[in-house]
């Protein structure tokens, strides 16, 4: 069963307690209670407490897990039931060649694409673009959100900013393949960043670019050895660390080695067989 859908597992359930031997895996991208973080109605809030009461008494007939963080364990109140953590899905693994030396460009191309909700620090980053008056900084900004109208305020103001609005994912990726830096503005302030994986890092990766991020309670250890962190909010300090490491291949090459081993999608079949295959 993928996802926290209450009426998959029932599905599984029924078919587990009519058929023998059958067994339950349940891969969790997402605990029901942090799908969706925005403001509701108070009908909407009640249901879905109904719904989470209900998903969390069918995951009782689980047998193993896939989770996405280490901290799931605890709230899935997995015990000792087998599981392992994949914090994501790739098809493949593309061999890049990435360039070592941007600090050397006339323009260096700052992309950020995905949602604008304030909660996601988009609007501290561009306020901190803003001050800064690097003139070979440019700023691409892809996406909708509730921090629209400021970001479109801001590109009255500073020249170097563009923002394209919500894009198709074929454009997005035209728009990455042009960037030398990619930017995750999420930061490390809420609760459910334990439980969570910002799948944008992986694709950010995939694409050889530097990226620039925080380091979230839900990402593993590792992940520091690939991306160029944001310290204590400081975006700007992150993105010249980028643009002035000059061994960038190397980074590359140590994620594209970790996401064949873990996150292809392969790999995580062979897993989950395998989870199976101990319970007999």
Request: aromatic share 10%.
């Amino acid at each position: 069963v993928y996802s926290a859908h209450q009426p998959d597992l029932e599905a599984a359930r029924y078919l587990k307690e009519n058929t023998n031997n059958s067994r339950i895996c349940f891969y969790v991208p997402d605990l029901p209670q942090y799908m969706n973080l925005f403001k509701h109605s108070i009908i909407y809030d009640l249901t879905k407490k109904i719904d989470i009461r209900r998903i969390n008494n069918l995951i009782k007939n689980v047998d193993s897990f896939v989770i996405l963080t280490e901290y799931m364990k605890e709230a899935l109140e997995i015990a000792e039931r087998p599981y392992f953590v994949a914090e994501g899905i790739v098809e493949s693994v593309p061999e890049i060649e990435c360039i070592n030396e941007i600090n050397k460009k006339k323009n260096i191309n700052i992309v950020y694409a995905g949602g604008l909700q304030t909660a996601f620090g988009i609007g501290n980053f561009i306020d901190s673009f803003v001050k800064n008056k690097d003139a070979r900084l440019r700023l691409t900004v892809c996406g909708a959100g509730d921090e629209e109208e400021h970001i479109r305020k801001m590109t009255e103001i500073d020249g170097r900013i563009k923002y394209l609005g919500q894009l198709l994912p074929s454009e997005v990726s035209l728009i990455l393949a042009e960037a030398d830096i990619l930017i995750n503005t999420r930061t490390n302030d809420s609760e459910y960043t334990k439980y969570s994986f910002p799948s944008k890092n992986i694709e950010y990766l995939l694409t050889g670019k530097r990226v620039v991020a925080c380091m979230l309670d839900g990402m593993p250890n590792c992940y520091r050895d690939y991306i160029y962190e944001i310290v204590n909010g400081d975006y700007m300090s992150a993105i010249y660390n980028a643009i002035n490491f000059t061994e960038h291949d190397k980074k590359v090459k140590l994620f594209q080695e970790y996401a064949k081993k873990n996150l292809c999608a392969e790999q995580i079949i062979r897993k989950i067989v395998k989870l199976c295959e101990d319970k007999e």
